[in-house]
Structures are given as structure tokens and as C-alpha cells.
């Protein structure tokens, strides 16, 4: 079973509208970590945010805030006041915990996001 | 400058023939991570390593080795690639392992197998 879930394979928005990205997850661990990263056209991979299982505030960095959802196990990023540059693919990605002594790294299959002009 | 590097950037090798892709990192980070992203698939991780001399499968090992035998290098080989293995690599690392580390990735192997 998927363990990250991106349901958007591709976004359009306009430019200066709020944009939110969808991801679930799935995991068994009380300790893990959600992490977003931006891959524009170039190829590099950019880290955008994270969010700790045991935050009780969504993390927020500038322009970008993690809606989490703990309950719903959704960490769905929102990109406020969309740039023309944040026309990109994004990946969601999962860190769990040490429960099951692995430290493997999942990622989602990413959306990609075309902002208009 | 902290930063992961690799190479070669890019590779056009036949079916059969071994190479190795280098990864450095200069921040002194445990963890480091080979993942290779193919469209629509994502990033699947190939092989971690939590520190020098441990190495641990990721989700599609096969047909790749990697060894750990300084904290700062990394490298990943493909003893006798496939055209199978045509995809874009990426080298990442981290401070150390657990979940709250954010990972710093290189700038990519494009790598094609004839």
C-alpha cells in the first residue's frame, strides 16, 4: 500500500491565487516527520517545509504553510499569493520514526503545478 | 559552501558495462541516500546508510551496490546496468537519521543505458 498519497498528478492556477496540494499518509509510527520539496524545470530538489508528528502548530514559512491534519493523516501544502515561479513539481515526502529500526524515506509521486500569468 | 555533489551530471553507458556514480557531501551528515525518480513514479530510494559501514536496502535496491567506508562519500554502483536503470539519480543527505531532518539533495545523474 501507498504510504504517501499526492491525488493531483497536475494543477493549474492563477497567478496570485492561493494554491493547496494534496497529501495523505500512512503510517503505524507515533513519531515521524512530513517534509515538501519543490523541483522546478532545472531538476534541483528544494525543501520547502516540514511538520513533526508532535507540532501542534501547522508549520508555516513564508509564503508556504502546512495545513496537517493528524487525524485525517493529510499534510497538504498551501502556497499563499502564487508566483509565476512556483510553477514546478512538488513532492511530499514521509520520515518515520525508528519504531521499526529502518530509517527509510517515502515519497509520494508528486503533483505538478502550472501557475498561469 | 555545504553542499552534496555528484557525478558524473550526465552518463550514456551500454547494457553490461559497470560504473559508479560518486557522491560527496561536506557537512559531516550520518545519513546519507540514493533515490532514483522516474516519471510518475516519484522518488523511490535505492539505498541509505545511517553511518560509515551501514547500509541499508530502500525500496528498489536491485541491481545497485553502494559502500560507506568514509563518512563524506557515497557511492552507488551498478555492476552490470540495463537499459531498466535509465533514470535520473539523486544523492541526499541528512544530519543524522529519525524523522525530524530535512535531507540535502545533490544536483542529479542523468543516467542512460543503451
Known amino acids: 500500500a501507498q504510504k504517501i498519497t499526492q491525488t493531483q498528478p497536475g494543477m493549474f492556477v492563477q497567478e496570485k491565487e492561493a494554491v493547496t496540494l494534496d497529501c495523505t499518509y500512512d503510517t503505524s509510527d507515533q513519531s515521524y516527520g512530513l517534509f515538501w520539496y519543490k523541483q522546478p524545470s532545472s531538476g534541483e530538489m528544494i525543501f520547502l517545509i516540514y511538520?513533526?508528528?508532535?507540532?501542534?502548530q501547522n508549520a508555516t514559512e513564508g509564503r508556504y504553510s502546512l495545513n496537517f491534519q493528524k487525524a485525517r493523516k493529510s499534510a497538504n501544502l498551501v502556497i499563499s499569493a502564487s508566483q509565476l515561479g512556483d510553477s514546478a513539481m512538488y513532492f511530499c515526502a514521509m520520515r518515520e520514526g525508528l519504531l521499526n529500526r529502518d530509517d527509510k524515506i517515502i515519497f509520494g509521486k508528486g503533483t505538478r503545478l502550472h501557475i498561469l500569468p | 559552501e555545504a553542499q552534496v555533489t555528484q557525478n558524473p551530471r550526465y552518463l550514456i553507458t551500454v547494457t553490461g558495462k559497470k560504473l559508479t556514480v560518486t557522491c560527496s557531501q561536506n557537512m559531516n551528515h550520518e545519513y546519507m541516500s540514493w533515490y532514483r525518480q522516474d516519471p510518475g513514479l516519484g522518488l523511490r530510494q535505492i539505498y541509505y546508510?545511517?553511518?560509515?559501514?551501514?547500509?541499508d536496502k530502500g525500496d528498489v535496491p536491485e541491481g545497485y551496490k553502494v559502500s560507506r567506508k568514509e563518512k563524506r562519500n557515497f557511492p552507488l554502483i551498478l555492476e552490470s546496468p540495463s537499459p531498466n536503470q535509465t533514470s535520473l539519480y539523486f544523492c541526499?543527505?541528512?544530519?543524522?537519521?529519525?524523522?525530524?531532518?530535512?535531507?540535502?539533495f545533490g544536483p542529479g545523474t542523468r543516467l542512460t543505458v543503451l
Open positions: 541526499a543527505s541528512s544530519s543524522t537519521g529519525g524523522p525530524y531532518n530535512e535531507q540535502f
Open positions: 511538520q513533526g508528528s508532535y507540532d501542534e
Open positions: 546508510s545511517m553511518n560509515v559501514e551501514v547500509t
